[in-house]
T-cell receptor, first 113, second 114 residues
Framework: SQQGEEDPQALSIQEGENATMNCSYKTSINNLQWYRQNSGRGLVHLILIRSNEREKHSGRLRVTLDTSKKSSSLLITASRAADTASYFCATDGWGTGGFKTIFGAGTRLFVKA | EAQVTQNPRYLITVTGKKLTVTCSQNMNHEYMSWYRQDPGLGLRQIYYSMNVEVTDKGDVPEGYKVSRKEKRNFPLILESPSPNQTSLYFC?????????????FGSGTRLTVV
């Protein structure tokens, strides 16, 4: 099963509203990252939060990390139509199988103009 | 411009015909990795490389080979492609295993095996 699991799978909001996506993971991590993907194109790195950090901001993005619950959330404030994309969380960490980067299945965000 | 370049962007091939997807980065990154993306499954790691001549298996390495003879290049080789390898493939690189700045991704290679 996937380590990182996003919730919800799909989200549809109006322009100007906030969008919140959640990610859960199973093992110990060094960091957690969020990426954006526009329709079958390459992923674009948005933000990285280290395991000893609890919250991080970048422009309209706010990421939180709760290592006790093994979960993270990505908040996009004042969403725009151009934010329409799929969003993925990814975790980096060392396990019994070596160094692993594991992506979730993604949240599809649709922002209506 | 700092980038990861994959080639080709699209490829249709027949079962059993060996192929190579190239990946090159110009950022002097130590770490490179290959993923495949399938609907509903997100990205799954195929192989990764911490540095030149150092490669290791990801979660779905079966049917794939890689090599890292020089820092900038990390080709993905399918010795005998099968239809279940039809997928969207991404190469990514990072300074040090994603621990600092995350990964830079290529634009993807859409492979169809018939």
């Amino acid at each position: 099963s996937q380590q990182g699991e996003e919730d919800p799978q799909a989200l549809s909001i109006q322009e100007g509203e906030n969008a919140t996506m959640n990610c859960s993971y199973k093992t110990s991590i060094n960091n957690l990252q969020w990426y954006r993907q526009n329709s079958g194109r390459g992923l674009v790195h948005l933000i990285l939060i280290r395991s000893n950090e609890r919250e991080k901001h970048s422009g309209r993005l706010r990421v939180t990390l709760d290592t006790s619950k093994k979960s993270s959330s990505l908040l996009i404030t004042a969403s725009r139509a151009a934010d329409t994309a799929s969003y993925f969380c990814a975790t980096d960490g060392w396990g019994t199988g070596g160094f692993k980067t594991i992506f979730g299945a993604g949240t599809r965000l649709f922002v209506k103009a | 411009e700092a980038q990861v370049t994959q080639n080709p962007r699209y490829l249709i091939t027949v079962t059993g015909k060996k192929l190579t997807v190239t990946c090159s980065q110009n950022m002097n990154h130590e770490y490179m990795s290959w993923y495949r993306q399938d609907p509903g499954l997100g990205l799954r790691q195929i192989y990764y490389s911490m540095n030149v001549e150092v490669t290791d298996k990801g979660d779905v390495p079966e049917g794939y080979k890689v090599s890292r003879k020089e820092k900038r290049n990390f080709p993905l080789i399918l010795e005998s492609p099968s239809p279940n390898q039809t997928s969207l493939y991404f190469c990514a690189s990072s300074l040090l295993g994603g621990a600092l700045y995350g990964y830079t991704f290529g634009s993807g290679t859409r492979l169809t095996v018939v």
